[in-house]
């Protein structure tokens, strides 16, 4: 087993390296840089841009990692240029492509980035005066709030129901939960999340659950069992419209394993002897048929984690790690951008290698070992 794991973890480096070669590519490429987007902003020409440049969020900064007051230097500088001349002399913008690390070639700038990855060092944020170890240490508890609730609500409703199906497959409770469920999980989750906004946070009819952010304003005015009940208040709905739309596949996943272990001849034999059907269900069974789903928990548990609430964190006004990512990539953020994908592709992958080894927790009967991964 310990060979395995060596090998796999000698995996991911190829593994993590194209990936970030990929999309660095992809983002060096793509039209309007951050030069690109000080420019348009000072100049009037994005709207949106101009309006967050001048408040608390800060303004550019480089590979260097001079951070958003430099930005804001050059800012000012690109404005007094603007002003008196309509227009911007060419080798001035030479100038900031050199302040800011643009004047290197692309492959310089990847290992110099990869170097300070390696030692965990990220850079600070273009548009922001904080570092991005920091600003994903902000927002981590929105995101880990919300994967981490999700997926075990998740599991918590897709095993029993699917379990129940298996044992009454055909039955009119399996038909008419399959009919709910298959709707569920064609309806998107914003589309639930903003139908509990209009039904229960004082939309159109009951204002019952708060409308935004994770804790109230009087958060810290409150004692910890008030505190417990206020996070879980406002939790309710964000969670439940991801819930909704999120058990599908595991609820089918729970009932195809078990019909297909149902079936097996170790069941039949345990039927033969007398056993009960919940002895032979739990007993024999469920260890089978939940391999497969337990196993995938920590590949769950990612998945939603980062890429299944942005619009659940737009819609409800938490500012987690999703629109943390979205925000980058609009605004060309890239210390942001290529640093939280390094940390989220690496977290991924040795997710990835624990949803393996569980495996053999659950089943010691697997051996990694014998095979050439």
Excluded: C
């Excluded at 009454?168 to 639930?192: E, Q």
């Excluded at 419209?241 to 729970?254: D, E, K, M, P």
């Amino acid at each position: 087993m310990l060979a395995y794991i060596v090998r796999r973890l000698l995996l991911i480096i190829p593994t993590l390296l194209g990936i970030m070669v990929i999309n660095f590519a992809i983002v060096q490429f793509a039209p309007g840089g951050p030069i690109e987007q000080i420019i348009a902003q000072v100049t009037g020409q994005d709207a949106g841009a101009t309006s967050r440049i001048g408040g608390t969020s800060g303004s550019e900064t480089g590979f260097s990692g001079q951070g958003g007051a430099s930005a804001r230097a050059a800012a000012s500088q690109i404005n007094s240029r603007y002003r008196g001349a309509q227009g911007l002399d060419p080798e001035f913008i030479k100038q900031l492509e050199v302040q800011f690390g643009f004047d290197k070639p692309l492959h310089e700038r990847f290992l110099l980035m990869l170097g300070n990855y390696v030692q965990f060092d990220f850079g600070t944020s273009y548009f922001r005066d904080e570092s991005v170890i920091d600003l994903v240490i902000e927002k981590m508890p929105v995101s880990i709030s919300l994967g981490l609730w999700t997926t075990l609500l998740v599991y918590l409703i897709s095993i029993p129901l699917g379990v129940r199906k298996a044992v009454r497959d055909g039955s009119r409770f399996d038909i008419w939960t399959s009919g709910v469920i298959i709707v569920g999980n064609a309806v998107p989750s914003f589309m639930f999340a903003v139908l509990l906004v209009v039904l229960f946070a004082g939309g159109s009819y009951l204002d019952w659950f708060p409308l935004r952010g994770l804790t109230s304003d009087n958060f810290d005015e409150l004692n910890w069992a008030q505190k417990i009940l206020d996070y879980l208040w406002h939790m309710v709905l964000p969670v439940s419209a991801l819930v909704i739309g999120g058990f599908a596949y595991l609820t089918f996943l729970t009932k195809n394993s078990f019909l297909d272990q149902i079936n097996q001849q170790y069941v039949l034999t345990a039927k033969a002897k007398g056993l009960s059907e919940n002895r032979v269900l739990y007993g024999h069974v469920f260890r089978n048929a939940m391999l497969i789903v337990i196993a995938g928990f920590p590949a769950a548990f990612v998945s939603i984690l980062f890429t299944g609430a942005l619009l659940i964190e737009i819609i409800f006004s938490l500012d987690g790690l999703g629109l943390l990512g979205f925000e980058a990539v609009i605004k060309r953020d890239y210390p942001i951008i290529f640093g939280t994908l390094y940390f989220f592709t690496l977290l991924g992958l040795l997710m990835n290698l624990i949803g393996d080894l569980t495996y053999t927790v659950i089943d010691p009967r697997i051996d990694f070992e014998g095979r050439n991964v």
